[in-house]
């Protein structure tokens, strides 16, 4: 019930709000910029499965851990990173507009990710934990289309289009959403426990190395693209805040396999603690150059 029922529509949720976030001006500000949704769109659906994969074969993770880090990798950005982007002072509007992208993409890229590491890990020593043709890619192809794509397209149509909500209405099923996120992550822990302690430590360095390490490259895109400290705050932050629920449901839901969903569940734990480094570091840089300037 709680796999099937629960999570499905929780995550739905979570993806229906960040579609009320959107406002027109988002757009317009980054169809300005539109060199910045392009670097955090490559670094999302691009430098995120490369790092994930590089990571998992370097530490030995095995056939199935290694696929659960790529279902969090090839994830879009999580619902928080728009948040953690405004605190930290940086373009929430990109950050807003790069996770809507990215979720809507998902439907595409990540069956793609997954099919390309199942190939390969067939073709290797190693056995695959499921074959490419066993993967249920019509299951996988709908249930990211009903979960992630559809949900956001209707959030939206009633806040562009239709104007059905204002900007206190947006502030609770905001608070909603986050609380439906914690409910997500301490569910599947309990519900699965002693499957993800079991697995902890074999997956735990790869899921902290992965969070700093993306936020890193997303920050090093950003400079190598030219954009400001504002872009580069956002796009850093949706490399490293991934949708933790998306790779739980796929793991739970579609393949049915609670082992994979143990990097999904310990990286919604490391990746906060990523962000708040990150803020810190942030904060602190921008109290020394208000000191310098004074």
Known sequence: MIDTLFLPLALAFIMFS??????????????????????????????LPLLAATLGV???LSPTMLLGLML????????????????????????????????????FSLPLVIKLLLGWQASGLDAAPF????????????????????????GMLLRLRFKLIGERGERIVG????????????????SHRSTIIDGF???????????LLTMLGGALLAWAGGL??????????????????????????????PELA???????????????IFLGIVRSQRHRAGLGAA
């Open 58 to 60: 370097g530490l030995g």
């Open 175 to 190: 608070r909603l959403a986050t609380g439906f996120f914690v409910a997500i992550v301490v569910v599947t822990f309990v």
């Open 201 to 211: 430590p074999e997956v735990g360095t790869a899921t902290v190395l992965l969070n």
């Open 262 to 276: 143990v990097p999904s569940v310990v990286y919604a734990l490391t990746m906060n603690l990523g962000a708040v």
């Open 72 to 107: 969090i990798a090839a994830s879009p950005g999580g619902v928080s990173s728009a948040f953690l982007t405004h605190l930290a002072r940086g373009n929430t509007a990109l950050s807003l507009v790069v996770s809507a992208f990215s979720s809507l993409l998902a439907v």
């Open 228 to 257: 400001q400290r504002r872009e580069t705050i956002a796009i850093s932050l949706e490399c490293g805040l991934q949708n933790a629920g998306l790779g739980i449901f796929v793991a739970l839901a579609v393949f049915q396999q």
């Open 131 to 154: 074959s490419p043709g066993d993967m249920p890619l019509g299951k996988l192809l709908g249930g990211v289309l009903v979960v992630t794509t559809l949900p956001i397209v209707v």
């Open 18 to 47: 960040l579609g009320l976030a959107l406002r027109v001006d988002d757009f317009r500000s980054v169809v300005v910029h539109w060199r910045a949704l392009l670097i955090g769109l490559a670094g999302q659906i691009l430098m």
